[in-house]
């Protein structure tokens, strides 16, 4: 079974308490959300693999650590995802970004893809799909199925606020993906809604209605 990991450190907290409020603008929304994804990142790279390489100092010749091989891919879910991919890219400049996109059919209420740019090399990268709100589930489990047909061997999800609802989906679809959190909410509302929640992270993101 995968690991759902809650990325509970007192920053991260207090920042999503901030994003939380209903008073909050999208400009303010936007820097938070970067932020707490640069600190959820820190948690999300922890067992990247090191290997060791020569340099030398202004002192002596050593051996010192940097990561190996080929870096991360990072993935956001249009259109929330976007607000994401900052803090990451600034954690790890080195990784690629690819997009995918999708949107419910309002008749059979599925996701469809309608957009999706990925890396080359996915099967050598460690994913990492990126996406603000893990409500029902349908998104991240279309995303994390693109992904392995395209030949990802490595995922990891990465959201900001979680329904259990939609934890469990994942889970039960894509038992290999670990799930990274910074909080697991209450429950999902009858509009989808996650409670307490955001709101419609896009919508705050982007100012949008
Ligand atoms: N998507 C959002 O942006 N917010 C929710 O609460 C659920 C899905």
């Known amino acids: 079974m995968s690991k759902v990991i809650v990325t509970d450190h007192p920053l991260i907290q207090h920042k999503l308490t901030l994003m939380r409020k209903v008073t909050t603008g ?8 970067t932020e707490i994804s640069m600190l959820m990142g820190y948690e999300v790279t922890r067992n ?8 030398e100092t202004p002192i002596v010749k050593t051996k010192s650590k940097v990561i190996a091989g080929k870096k991360l891919g990072i993935v956001p879910i249009l259109r929330a995802g976007l607000g994401m991919v900052e803090g990451f890219v600034t954690l790890v400049p080195s990784a690629r970004v690819g997009h995918v996109g999708l949107y419910r059919d309002p008749e059979t209420l599925k996701p469809v893809e309608y957009y999706c740019k990925l890396p080359q090399d996915i099967e050598e990268r460690e994913m990492i799909i990126v996406d603000p709100m893990l409500a029902t589930g349908g998104s991240a489990i279309a995303a994390i199925d693109v992904l392995k047909e395209k030949g990802a061997k490595n995922i990891k999800l990465v959201n900001l606020v979680a329904a259990p609802e939609g934890i469990a989906e ?3 679809y894509h038992n290999d993906v670990d799930i990274y959190v910074a909080s697991i909410d209450e429950k999902l509302n009858d509009h989808g809604y996650i409670v307490p929640g955001l709101g419609d992270a896009g919508d705050r993101i982007f100012g949008t209605k």
């Open 26 to 33: 999208s400009k303010d929304f936007r820097e938070l959300l």
């Open 170 to 172: 994942v889970q039960k």
């Open 48 to 55: 990247l693999p090191l290997e060791e390489t020569e340099i």
